[in-house]
């Protein structure tokens, strides 16, 4: 109890404090120019830059996929499935969620959707249907790109208890579910033909289409949204936090030049998920700037 008193008496200290005499002479924040502008630029363009840079170094090792990209390859990729989601129907400012482990697909998948200008959803891939239902719905996301199965969950079928009209559908063909009246696409990376889904190959256009892309690519701009990430939810419900290109690539690359990862190549162990701020912006954006 008179630890509780002394944390009060000192909270009403401080607010008293605040509150009195002239406030000009504590400001609420210091203005500190840095060395460096901050970046007005988009994932799109970054990716396009790190091709250029360093086209033969390896962007990402998947060890347990057994497979790797080089930044120029991934450059190719993302422009392919990009324009593979713009063939599809899916418009800047579109919603689109990605479920599921790290791999090389999820990683693809987050650059293709920068370039194609749409609002990456990315969800917990331990999500049982009733928190991924709430998701889906709350931010009304248009397609899913998903794993087939990750340990005991299994994706496809997660999404049916959802929404039972994906399992009647036909494969390859536009969803029309009641339950998620906004989706559209369940694409998935798997080489089976799923009812009521697509493969993740078949949406990646051939390299002679992919020019689709471009012109989509550059009506994107830094202050566009770029994902959407949910809290925790411990107090209610997950709250989605809408992030930028601008907010999001400044924030990778400032904390890889605080840790001084621009000093020389480095090669970064990220055994965090993908699908938040460590994973997909302090660990895959920061590598797009600094690799």
């Known amino acids: 109890m008179g630890v509780l008193r002394r944390t009060q008496a000192l909270l009403i200290w401080n607010i008293k404090r605040c509150l009195s005499g002239d406030i000009k002479k504590r400001p609420a924040y210091y203005h500190n120019p840095g060395t460096e502008r901050l970046r007005a630029i988009t994932t799109g363009q970054l990716i396009n830059l790190a091709a250029e840079k360093w086209p033969k170094r390896n962007a990402i090792i998947s060890l347990h996929e057994k497979k790797q990209l080089t930044f120029m390859q ?42 194609a200008g749409l609002i ?18 709350h931010v009304g996301v248009k397609g899913v790109v998903t794993d087939h199965k990750f340990k005991t969950q299994n994706y496809p079928e997660i999404l049916a208890e959802v929404a039972p009209g994906i399992s009647k559908a036909p494969h390859g063909e536009p969803l029309n579910c009641p339950e998620l009246p906004d989706l559209s696409f369940v694409i998935v990376a798997t080489d ?11 949406i990646m256009v051939s390299p002679h289409e992919k020019e689709i892309i471009f012109e989509v690519e550059n009506q994107v701009q830094p202050d566009d949204p770029t994902c959407i990430q949910f809290s ?13 290109h601008f907010g999001t690539i400044n924030n990778g690359h400032f904390f890889g030049k605080r840790c001084g990862y621009d000093t020389m190549h480095h090669t970064l162990c990220l055994q965090v998920p993908m699908f938040h701020i460590m994973g997909s912006t302090l660990g895959i954006l920061w590598l797009l700037t600094s690799a």
């Open 74 to 115: 991934l450059k190719e990729q993302a422009d392919q499935l990009g324009a593979g989601f713009v063939k599809l129907g899916l418009k800047p400012g579109d919603r689109l969620a990605v479920i599921g482990a790290n791999t090389i697909h999820w990683y693809v998948t987050m650059q293709a959707a920068a370039k």
């Open 120 to 137: 990456l959803v990315m969800l917990n891939p331990a999500y049982r249907p009733l928190e991924l239902s709430y998701a889906l719905k």
């Open 192 to 202: 089976e033909k799923l009812p009521g889904c697509y493969r993740y190959e078949d």
């Open 232 to 244: 925790s939810g411990t107090t209610g419900q997950p709250k989605a936090a809408v992030l930028s």
